[in-house]
């Protein structure tokens, strides 16, 4: 595997979307497994200046939504969001937040995904699970 080669095309692929307005970065892949990391700012924290519920919502989405597309034949296949949950376990309020999504079901017509955000000092800030539906082009 490509690591550099795949996480410059997602890079292309997401360029004007709100992955991109929020600067979500792609940082690692692994076997059944994606790393990503924000910055916890002025785009990503609520009024309060803490890390937004929402922002981390979006990284568990992105993370979990882009892996199981990787796990795909893209010229057969595509994945779709049926389901997401989070608990914020922990604020956070400057620095990095990092995700790391990572397979635990994948199957012929869902993958279910725990993605796991950690801040700059390793501390738990949420934990998040997502379930794909698969769908035929």
């Known amino acids: 595997m490509d690591k550099a080669r795949i ?3 997602i890079s292309k692929v997401i360029k004007g979307t709100l992955i991109d307005h929020l600067g979500i970065e792609f940082t ?8 990503g990391r924000m ?3 002025p785009k990503t924290s609520q009024p309060m200046g803490l890390l937004h519920g929402g922002a981390s919502l979006v990284l ?3 993370l979990a939504s882009v892996a199981g597309t990787l796990e795909l034949d893209m010229n057969k296949q595509y994945c ?3 389901e997401i949950n989070a608990n914020h376990v922990k604020s956070a309020r400057e620095g990095f937040v990092t995700g790391v ?3 635990i079901h ?5 993958q279910i995904w725990q993605i796991h955000i950690r801040d700059e000092q390793d501390r738990l800030i949420c934990v ?3 379930t794909l539906a698969v769908m035929d082009k």
């Open 60 to 62: 568990a989405e992105t």
């Open 39 to 41: 910055l916890v700012g």
């Open 7 to 9: 996480l410059n095309e």
């Open 28 to 35: 690692d892949i692994g076997d059944h497994c994606l790393t």
């Open 101 to 103: 999504a990572k397979a």
């Open 80 to 82: 779709v969001g049926m």
């Open 128 to 130: 998040s699970r997502m």
């Open 106 to 110: 994948l199957g012929r017509k869902t």
